[in-house]
């Protein structure tokens, strides 16, 4: 094994650590020095074996918790400050929701003014693209989708909506959150 690369140690550990099926696996970084062809096939292999077993996956890679676990724990300074799915972290952390638009604009119109007037925004960031696109950060009250009602104000005004996208926290977002920040779990 001394002589094989890093990604395939990291495999015929991950085989050891499944060979006698055990009920509790415990994972630490099983991607690390994986190629992303590797990288797919290990997260798939997590996947399958989740029905199973119950695996316990330590890692610092955040896009890898939020492709593979079901639950996320997060530990600061021995310290349980979070634990839930993803998606509920991520909604209960993320307190007012963000709507990104991109608006032609052709017209030369800064729709802030509009769309602040729609109830229940409760912020608006507007900037310029270089193709002419007006770009509106679009912050709302917790649990308020504002997503109609905000392409309705666009299309009534006259002007072209190119994108309207809901902005999430990230894994990483929350964890720094949780652990540079004085948070109860």
């Known amino acids: 094994c001394g002589k094989l690369s890093k990604g395939y140690r990291q495999r015929v550990g991950i085989a050891q ?15 690390a020095g994986l190629d992303p062809k590797q990288i797919i096939e290990t997260r798939e292999l997590i996947k399958s074996l989740a029905g199973d077993h119950t695996i316990i996956l330590s890692t610092h890679i955040l896009p890898e918790v939020s492709q ?16 839930d799915t993803p998606e509920n972290l991520t909604g209960r952390l993320r307190g007012a929701v ?18 602040q007037r ?31 009602e905000l392409a309705r104000t666009i299309v009534s005004n006259g002007w072209e909506l190119l994108e309207l996208t809901s902005i999430r ?17």
């Open 17 to 31: 650590a499944i060979l006698h099926n055990p009920d509790v696996l415990i994972l630490d970084e099983p991607t």
């Open 68 to 83: 593979t676990c079901q639950r996320v724990v997060i530990i600061n300074k021995g310290r349980i400050v979070a634990e």
């Open 98 to 115: 963000t709507i990104r638009l991109h608006i032609n604009n052709r017209l030369g119109v800064d729709p802030a003014t509009t769309l």
């Open 118 to 148: 729609v109830p229940g925004v409760t912020h608006v960031t507007t900037a310029t693209s270089n193709d002419n696109v007006r770009i509106c950060d679009v912050q709302s009250s917790h649990g308020v989708d504002l997503r109609s």
């Open 169 to 185: 926290m990230s894994l990483e977002d929350i964890f720094l959150r949780l652990t540079t920040e004085e948070v109860k779990a």
